[in-house]
């Protein structure tokens, strides 16, 4: 028997030849393309009292026929039938175009259910849908209908009806595809129920239910293609295989100043396991700003060397370099390790010097910014490149640095998990490690945000966090049109709080500045040699002074969320109670809402959520045409848990001894078949 896949839609009564073609540009091919053609909203016909429907409005009524139908008839097809109809005290008109079977149906004194656009100003309803309780056919006990994306020949009824047909014909041959153990595991209703229910939801609930099933479904085969990918790749073992002993790694993590959280540990181990095995390593380490993902990195990156390799950690400005490079160096102290320092800025010699050390692997660490993929640079033998904050760069840099190795592990880390999240979607097969937990002892950051005319007050609290021994960032916002008003206006910011601090020392930090510069007052500032350091957005990614425990940030609006809570995130690094002040005056309710946001909560994922939602995904990533995959029925921001679920599902399953052999997953082979994947093996 043929399955559903198999079938036309000429095999629906009420499908021509010239239907099925206008079908074809709906990706409508095959019953079971018709049944998956999913209502992308709903239509509410609950009903309503007419008092509450405001004008321009649609919405559903009751009324009572008051008077005999009137039409008027123009050219062979058209016509415009009007009647008075009684609704909530008020006799109003209702109209129907082109819709002459009506007339003999509007007998006064009979009830009406009333579907259509409200006119407030002429009393008149513009009826889309109408329909008789009396009446046998009556068939809108459900309150909600479906709206399909319908155009040219193709109207809204006409495939209401064949999809209503389709169901009836054919909705018990509809399969089920997800394995039995998941069904149970989430008690789903099975496949057939959910295509019904989806159409024809009935009630909210049942209707909730059905997505519920259908969403997971789509993200669950979308993450099983990723997942069965992953698993073809891995086969190859083409990657360097690490055996990096745990009793290394612990006696190395015994000598860090601190106990790593469990959170730490955890993800360390799941790196570790990635590192011994013989394929290349791709993952994401995710964790809020200062959950300590640097110690992490390090402690990887310690592997690598202890097992005869290189690594090296790439990161976005010279600043960061520098302090990563400096604060790897007192990690490794006494263990031998030498930690290299490559930027764009070094002088000829250190840079030639530099990369003999590499090509020779005198260097076994190397820190640096993007200088670390030009074409000269050599290594003896890299097997784990870290990345931090991989937005930053592109595909093709990191690929680049990949290159410089024999396929070697990749780690990126980043600090934004939302956005991230949706990027591996779209873009690939990473795993994804998150530290879920902040170090011990950390007190949650107090985000105020004032108008510009509290400033007066705002310096008085930088006075008194300088006298109790700690130290404050100013951040100046970047215009990106003009670096010099950008620089204009952080001197002015510096002057300001220079002269209403005069004893306090001030530092300065923007775009302009020599690399030798910043690097002298970021070096002084981590040295508490200046207590304020007032800098334009530099400070953004990664800067880590412990001491530092309040954070002005200027024209705050100007920041997306994420942005403000990277900055915010540059204090409560350390034991000391932290402060974040947002001066701001915000045009819009937008941004009002997001000021809102960042003192109602310090957790970088409701952040990112809440950024989400105030801006959609399409546009978190700069652009609409995002490459983000499109889901039929899954919106990958409010479904973002189920999308981890299914992923989580999809990779257990894909790695079982018997995916590929017990018939129980037979549905899942054929689907992994047609997108070209079998049996581990690429079929082209
Ligand atoms: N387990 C721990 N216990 C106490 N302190 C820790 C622990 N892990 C890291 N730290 C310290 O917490 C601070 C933040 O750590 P780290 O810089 O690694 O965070 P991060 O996640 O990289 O932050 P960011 O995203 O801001 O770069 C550092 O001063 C680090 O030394």
């Given at each position: 028997m043929l399955t559903l896949d198999e079938r036309?839609?000429?095999?629906?009564?009420?499908?021509s030849a010239l239907k099925e073609g206008e079908l074809h540009a709906f990706g409508i091919h095959t019953i079971s393309d018709l049944l998956n053609?999913?209502?992308?909203r709903y239509e509410d016909y609950c009903v309503r009292e007419l008092a509450e429907v405001k004008s321009g409005e649609k919405a559903t009524i009751m009324g009572i026929v008051r008077g005999a139908p009137i039409m008027q008839r123009y050219g062979r097809a058209k016509s415009r039938l009007t009647c008075k109809i009684e609704s909530g005290g008020m006799l109003i008109t209702a109209v129907w175009f082109n819709r002459t079977y009506m007339q003999e149906q509007l007998r006064p004194g009979r009830e009406i259910m009333l579907t259509g656009k409200w006119e407030q100003h002429r009393l008149q309803i513009t009826v889309a849908d109408s329909e008789f309780p009396d009446s046998a056919k009556a068939s809108k006990t459900d309150s909600l209908q479906p709206v399909y994306h319908v155009g040219g020949n193709i109207t809204q009824a006409w495939i209401r009806k064949m999809i209503a047909a389709a169901l009836t014909q054919y909705g018990p041959m509809i399969e089920e595809v997800l394995p039995y153990e998941l069904m149970e595991r989430y008690g789903f209703m099975s496949r057939s129920e959910a295509v019904e229910v989806i159409h024809h939801p009935g009630d909210a609930s049942r209707g909730q239910e059905a997505r519920r099933r259908m969403v997971y479904e789509e993200l669950f085969l979308f993450q099983l293609r990723l997942q069965a990918y992953r698993g073809l790749h891995r086969g190859r073992g083409d990657g360097v295989a690490q055996p990096i002993g745990s009793e290394t790694i612990r006696e190395f993590a015994a000598t860090l100043p601190f106990a790593l959280t469990d959170a730490q540990k955890k993800v360390i181990n799941e790196i570790l396991t990635d590192m011994r095995r013989n394929y290349a390593m791709n993952r994401l380490l995710q964790g809020d700003v200062g959950s300590g993902k640097t110690v992490v990195a390090a402690i990887a990156l310690y592997g690598a060397v202890r097992v005869g390799h290189q690594g090296a950690l790439m990161v976005p400005t010279e600043i960061l370099a520098e302090q990563h490079a400096k604060s790897l160096a007192r990690l490794y102290e006494g263990t031998g390790i030498q930690v290299g320092l490559l930027t764009g800025s070094l002088t000829e010699r250190k840079r030639r010097d530099l990369l003999a050390g590499l090509q020779m692997g005198l260097i076994d660490v190397v820190v640096g910014t993007h200088a670390l993929i030009q074409d000269d640079v050599f290594f003896r033998s890299l097997s784990l490149v870290v990345t931090d904050?991989?937005?930053?760069?592109?595909v093709n840099q990191r690929s680049v640095l990949r290159r410089k190795g024999i396929n070697p592990d990749v780690l990126t880390m980043t600090a934004t998990p939302i956005p991230r999240t949706l990027a591996i979607t779209a873009f690939g097969d990473m795993d994804v490690s998150t530290i879920k937990e902040m170090p011990k002892g950390r007190k949650p950051i107090k985000t105020y945000w004032v108008k510009h005319d509290a400033f007066d007050r705002v310096l008085g609290f930088i006075r008194k966090e300088a006298a109790a021994g700690r130290q404050a960032y100013v951040i100046c916002p970047l215009i990106e049109e003009s670096e010099k008003l950008d620089v204009q206006n952080a001197i002015d910011t510096y002057m300001q709080i220079q002269q209403s601090c005069p004893d306090l020392t001030i530092g300065l930090l923007h775009g302009r500045l020599s690399t030798a510069e910043k690097d002298e007052t970021m070096s002084r500032f981590a040295a508490n040699d200046s207590q304020v350091l007032v800098a334009?957005?530099?400070?953004?990614?990664?800067?880590?002074?412990?001491?530092?425990?309040l954070i002005i940030i200027m024209d705050a609006e100007r920041f997306g969320l994420s942005q403000l809570h990277q900055l915010r995130g540059r204090v409560g690094r350390g034991e000391h109670q932290s402060h974040c002040i947002l001066i701001a005056d915000p045009k819009s309710e937008t941004g009002r809402e997001r000021m809102k946001v960042m003192t109602e909560t310090n957790d970088g994922f409701e952040v990112a959520r809440r950024d989400l939602e105030l801006r959609g995904p399409g546009d978190f990533f700069g652009t609409k045409q995002s490459g983000l995959p499109e889901f039929r029925i899954a919106d990958m921001v409010a479904d973002y848990e189920t999308l981890e679920q299914a992923r989580e599902d999809a990779g257990e399953l894909t790695e079982r001894d018997d995916f590929w052999s017990n018939e129980s997953y037979a549905r899942l082979w054929e689907i992994l078949r047609r997108e070209g994947l079998f049996q581990g093996e690429q079929l082209d």
């Open positions: 036309s839609v000429r095999q629906l009564k009420g499908v053609y999913f209502p992308f904050e991989q937005h930053r760069f592109g334009t957005t530099v400070v953004e990614v990664g800067v880590d002074v412990p001491n530092a425990t």
